[in-house]
């Protein structure tokens, strides 16, 4: 029998996918960050590694609504940099 496998929804395509496709962001202290795996407590968001879904959740400010706090976003092209980064070292 197979263990659970957790889905999660992407803040900006809004479609269903493992969590292991997704990389996960929280804000502890009013700013947006990618969460390392040792902070994985606490309220977070999900998103792509990809800049399209990182540049759709920072236009609906999809981040600040899902968090349900203001926010300081970084600039959607560093964002999506370091999305691609965290995703790209999980996967190794």
């Known amino acids: 029998m197979r263990g659970h496998i957790p889905n999660?929804?992407?803040?900006g395509c809004r479609r269903v996918c493992l969590a292991a496709e997704l990389v996960r962001l929280r804000a502890p202290d009013g700013l947006l960050q990618v969460s390392g795996?040792?902070?994985s407590a606490g309220r977070g968001v999900w998103v792509h590694p990809q800049a399209a879904c990182?540049?759709?959740a920072v236009k609906a400010r999809a981040f600040a609504r899902t968090l349900r706090r203001a926010l300081v976003v970084p600039e959607s092209g560093e964002l999506t940099v370091a999305v691609m980064q965290t995703f790209a070292q999980g996967t190794k």
């Not at 999660?8 to 803040?11: G, K, L, Y």
């Open 8 to 11: 999660r929804t992407c803040v």
């Open 37 to 39: 795996a040792s902070a």
């Open 54 to 56: 990182v540049a759709a």
